[in-house]
T-cell receptor, first 109, second 113 residues
Framework: GEDVEQSLFLSVREGDSSVINCTYTDSSSTYLYWYKQEPGAGLQLLTYIFSNMDMKQDQRLTVLLNKKDKHLSLRIADTQTGDSAIYFCAERQGRKLIWGLGTSLAVNP | DGGITQSPKYLFRKEGQNVTLSCEQNLNHDAMYWYRQDPGQGLRLIYYSQIVNDFQKGDIAEGYSVSREKKESFPLTVTSAQKNPTAFYLC????????????FGSGTRLTVV
């Protein structure tokens, strides 16, 4: 199938690291994305990775890609209350993006 | 600044009415998309257009219509045939950039009253 799967909820304490996981389906070369959605707003592209890469780091964000298991993760270091949002994983298949249902991240003080 | 403008931010519709949601972009992107978002259901594709004067149905097109007369504009009409239109609607665009990601507008929340 073409499903992209994510766990629906994650709760962390402020200052801890958050790890949001995603599994995808297409084994061919593709781009994979992480988007962030704050309440009542549109989606904002956080980062992306091409499938020939294993890791990408951008400030507090680290993306890890395990091609064998088709597993993608987003690690947020030193999680802050402003990181509370829904995080979507998406996989490019041809000209379409296939979306996960989103992981709702709650950051507790 | 380049971007996508969705209007209005909030919209109320009476039973049996058609309403039109606006999406305008100045990113010079060829492709435009409409998504519907309901709690716990992620994003569902309604319609998309890859070029002016052409558009295709997405996964949940019934009860919706679109037009693409200009590159900059992709309005969505929610017709009276859509039985459960209350939702958050998102417009997105995609160019031919190196990573082919989507850029999203800020959304329109439609409520049936």
């Amino acid at each position: 199938g073409e499903d992209v799967e994510q766990s629906l909820f994650l709760s962390v304490r402020e200052g801890d690291s958050s790890v949001i996981n995603c599994t995808y389906t297409d084994s061919s070369s593709t781009y994979l994305y992480w988007y962030k959605q704050e309440p009542g707003a549109g989606l904002q592209l956080l980062t992306y990775i091409f499938s020939n890469m294993d890791m990408k780091q951008d400030q507090r964000l680290t993306v890890l890609l395990n091609k064998k298991d088709k597993h993608l993760s987003l690690r947020i270091a030193d999680t802050q209350t402003g990181d509370s949002a829904i995080y979507f994983c998406a996989e490019r298949q041809g000209r379409k993006l296939i979306w996960g249902l989103g992981t709702s991240l709650a950051v507790n003080p | 600044d380049g971007g996508i403008t969705q209007s209005p931010k909030y919209l109320f519709r009476k039973e049996g009415q058609n309403v039109t949601l606006s999406c305008e972009q100045n990113l010079n992107h060829d492709a435009m998309y409409w998504y519907r978002q309901d709690p716990g259901q992620g994003l569902r594709l309604i319609y998309y257009s890859q070029i002016v004067n052409d558009f295709q149905k997405g996964d949940i097109a019934e009860g919706y219509s679109v037009s693409r007369e200009k590159k900059e504009s992709f309005p969505l009409t929610v017709t009276s045939a859509q039985k459960n239109p209350t939702a958050f609607y998102l417009c997105a665009t995609s160019g031919t950039g190196i990573f082919y990601g989507y850029t999203f507008g800020s959304g329109t929340r439609l409520t049936v009253v």
